[in-house]
Structure formats: structure tokens, C-alpha cells
């Protein structure tokens, strides 16, 4: 069984240009979360998904955020007009059991936006 | 609001010695969940340990445990007997029972020393 995937690993952008960052859970896991940590800080919370449902939004995720999980299966996130204070690792993680126990992180897309 | 705070930037600790990673959390939730997170250079977040609010013992795992102190609202990770593999930065974070969202604290960089 593999664990949590992202792709890509890294990119780098150009201010103004929309990106799409793609996560696939585990694949019994049921919810998926995204997070954003930017140098020297620990990960932010920023949007989870139970199943399809986006349950719940962080205000870091401004109107040029959004996230989606069809089906129920793999996520992505997309920034549009991207800033330079998006540059950050985009953290993706999964769990499986609602108040239970760990969840289970991928490596992380890392934004750079020249 | 919850709040996690690790008041240790970095650290330099002997290969084969212990080290303890301290961790204070702020919630006014009676339940929450306590997390240790290790974070090498290749980004992905790996999960250490778990203790929960009402759980009597503190938690271990392997060369892992965690001293929770609730009267102190303290939650400091032990690694015992450290390896060079150590090297990481280490993340406390916590969740209110009932809420997705993990709250992490600013991270410790721990170097072991040959």
C-alpha cells in the first residue's frame, strides 16, 4: 500500500499564472486535508474534505484558492493569480476514522513564484 | 483557540544520548489529541506518537514517549538512545476532539552529533 501522493513535487511559476496541485490519499481514507507551510513555520490548515464534502475552509483560503475532491478519491488544489506570498510547501494528508488518531502526510508540492 | 508553542529553534544532541523536545499547548477543550510530527528534508511529515486528553498513561513508541503533564499543559517528546537519522525538524501539534483541524506549533530542529 503507498501512502499519501503529490504531484508535482515542485514548481515554479511565474506571478499571475494558475497552478493545480494534485493529491492522492490513501486509498481507504475517507478524509483529506490540505495545509500550507511556508519557511521556518509549522503547517497551516487550510481546507478538509470528508468524502466529496468540503466540510471546512480556513481564511488563509482567499476567494483565489479552491479546492476540490470528486468521487471521493484523489484532491487537487488550484491558486489562481498566483503571488508571491503563495510561494510555500502545499502539505497534503489523509485520514481514515473521524477523532482517531494520526493522519498521514504526503511529500508536498513546493511553489516558487517568480 | 488552540495554540501549540515549542520554544526550542534547534538543538545539538551526541548520537546515542536522549533528547527531550519540549512542547506547551492552550485549549479550553477538555478533549484534544496531542501529536509529535518529524519532518526530514525531503518535506513529507511522518507521524511519531499520539496522546490523547484523557488517556492515564503517556504514550510510547519504540524510542518514543511522550511525558504529557496535563496540569501543566505540556507535552514533551523523548527520543531515547538518539541516531544519527534523528536529524529533523520535529512538529507538537494538536487537535480538539470533534475538529479535523491540527493546530502546529513552530517546529524544533534537532541535529545529531557523530
Known amino acids: 500500500d503507498t501512502g499519501v501522493s503529490q504531484d508535482p513535487r515542485h514548481k515554479i511559476t511565474k506571478r499571475g499564472q494558475n497552478v493545480t496541485f494534485r493529491c492522492d490519499p490513501i486509498s481507504e481514507h475517507n478524509r483529506l486535508y490540505w495545509y500550507r507551510q511556508t519557511l521556518g513555520q509549522g503547517p497551516e490548515f487550510l481546507t478538509y474534505?470528508?468524502?466529496?464534502?468540503?466540510?471546512?475552509k480556513s481564511r488563509l483560503l482567499s476567494d483565489r484558492f479552491s479546492a476540490e475532491r470528486p468521487k471521493g478519491s484523489f484532491s487537487t488544489l488550484e491558486i489562481q493569480r498566483t503571488e508571491q506570498g503563495d510561494s510555500a510547501m502545499y502539505l497534503c494528508?489523509?485520514?481514515?476514522?473521524?477523532?482517531?488518531?494520526?493522519?498521514?502526510f504526503g511529500q508536498g508540492t513546493r511553489l516558487t513564484v517568480v | 483557540a488552540q495554540k501549540i508553542t515549542q520554544t526550542q529553534p534547534g538543538m545539538f544532541v551526541q548520537e546515542k544520548e536522549a533528547v527531550t523536545l519540549d512542547c506547551t499547548y492552550d485549549t479550553s477543550d477538555p478533549s484534544y489529541g496531542l501529536f509529535w510530527y518529524k519532518q526530514p528534508s525531503s518535506g513529507e511529515m511522518i507521524f511519531l506518537i499520539y496522546q490523547g486528553s484523557y488517556d492515564q498513561q503517556n504514550a510510547t513508541e519504540g524510542r518514543y514517549s511522550l511525558n504529557f503533564q496535563k496540569a501543566r499543559k505540556s507535552a514533551n517528546l523523548v527520543i531515547s538512545a538518539s541516531q544519527l537519522g534523528d536529524s529533523a525538524m520535529y512538529f507538537c501539534a494538536m487537535r480538539e476532539i470533534g475538529n479535523e483541524k491540527l493546530t502546529f506549533g513552530t517546529g524544533t530542529r534537532l541535529t545529531i552529533i557523530p
Open positions: 494528508a489523509s485520514s481514515g476514522r473521524t477523532g482517531g488518531t494520526e493522519a498521514f
Open positions: 474534505f470528508q468524502n466529496e464534502a468540503q466540510l471546512e
